[in-house]
């Protein structure tokens, strides 16, 4: 049961203490969180020390040349994120009794996932209502769940290597990883390679390409053909690790079906091994404690149908 106190606590406290909060951890400083709402030093730090007074707990770690959110802080950063979420969602749900529907769906995405099923659950909604916008932001997989978890975006897209806490997954599509070499590089071309002519190449790869990352298994498959341990390009960026490879830095990891284009036009080649690819699941991440605004639940329900009728078998890409 509560205690008195913290019966009252929503009652008494100023939540606009809450949003400067937030903007001094997500700028790093109370100078630089004065700046970004237009105020003076003094009053930020004078907010904080009234919030703290307010929690009972010491949520800034401030000594000279040092600035540290505690654990307490970060906790209750996180609250503050969903709550701000939640606020932000308002203007669409009141517009929920609209006739035709309207507003707005934001997804953040990894950026190695491409999928002709996501785009055309993406062509028909627009399809069917064309009052509803966009936003899509790219992110490394981590920083997704990330967002979805803090209610910052309608959905996600992403690479998993665990069920995170407190986000509904679900897989929409799997992909297959294999090696492979630009124009330039000694083994273009060749249809003769045995997997021990790859050993010690240099290689390029993606950020999350590590051991009991979301592309774990791709590191794996680098080490199976006796690539050179230090790398020699990273991004975490499809388009660059694609980049990277053709510009003949180093032999890359790229899903088959996205790199099967470039293949045809000569600018990749496939390099063993060719079987036993690792596979990865692409999945769309929700946020259970999210109240999903009309277009939401619509956009939600088409992706459900899509998962519900597609076997697994067509949405895996080989």
């Known amino acids: 049961m509560?205690?008195?106190?913290?019966?009252?606590?929503?009652?008494?406290?100023?939540?606009?203490?809450?949003?400067t909060f937030m903007v001094v951890v997500e700028q790093r400083g109370i100078s630089k969180?004065?700046?970004?709402?237009?105020?003076?030093?003094?009053?930020?730090?004078?907010?904080?020390?009234?919030?703290?007074?307010?929690?009972?707990?010491?949520?800034i770690d401030r000594k000279p040349n040092r600035f540290a959110v505690t654990d307490a802080g970060q906790t209750l950063y996180a609250e503050c994120a969903n709550i701000f979420g939640a606020v932000s969602q308002l203007p669409q749900l009141l517009a929920a009794e609209e006739e035709e529907l309207s507003g707005h769906i934001s997804i953040v995405m990894t950026s190695h996932v491409v999928s002709p099923h996501f785009d055309k659950v993406l062509e028909t909604f627009a399809q069917r209502h064309p009052k509803v916008t966009y936003s899509m932001v790219v992110e490394e997989s981590t920083e997704v769940a990330v967002r979805i978890r803090q209610n910052q975006a309608s959905f996600g897209i992403c690479l998993l290597s665990e069920q995170p806490k407190n986000i509904d997954a679900r897989v929409m599509c799997r992909e297959f990883f294999a090696l492979y070499c630009g124009p330039r590089h000694r083994l273009f071309g060749r249809n003769d390679i045995a997997l021990s002519d790859l050993k010690g190449e240099a290689s390029v790869s993606f950020q999350t390409e590590i051991e009991g990352g979301p592309l774990g298994s791709v590191a794996q498959l680098r080490d199976r053909a006796g690539l050179a341990a230090n790398l020699r390009g990273v991004s975490s960026n499809l388009s660059e690790v694609r980049r990277l490879t053709m510009a003949n830095i180093g032999i890359g990891a790229l899903p088959v079906h996205v790199a099967k284009r470039d293949v045809q036009l000569g600018q990749l080649w496939?390099?063993?091994?060719?079987?036993?690819?690792?596979?990865?699941?692409?999945?769309?991440?929700?946020?259970?404690?999210?109240?999903?605004?009309?277009p939401e639940a619509a956009f939600l329900a088409l992706i459900d149908e899509l998962?519900?009728?597609v076997p697994m078998d067509e949405r895996t890409y080989s």
Request: aromatic share 10%; glycine share 2%; proline share 11%.
């Open 2 to 19: 509560l205690k008195p106190y913290e019966q009252r606590f929503p009652w008494n406290l100023d939540w606009n203490l809450l949003r």
């Open 33 to 59: 969180a004065a700046d970004f709402l237009g105020l003076k030093q003094p009053t930020i730090s004078s907010a904080l020390k009234r919030l703290e007074d307010a929690t009972g707990r010491q949520l």
């Open 270 to 294: 496939q390099l063993p091994p060719y079987s036993q690819l690792p596979m990865v699941e692409i999945y769309l991440l929700t946020n259970p404690r999210r109240s999903l605004s009309p």
């Open 307 to 309: 998962i519900l009728s």
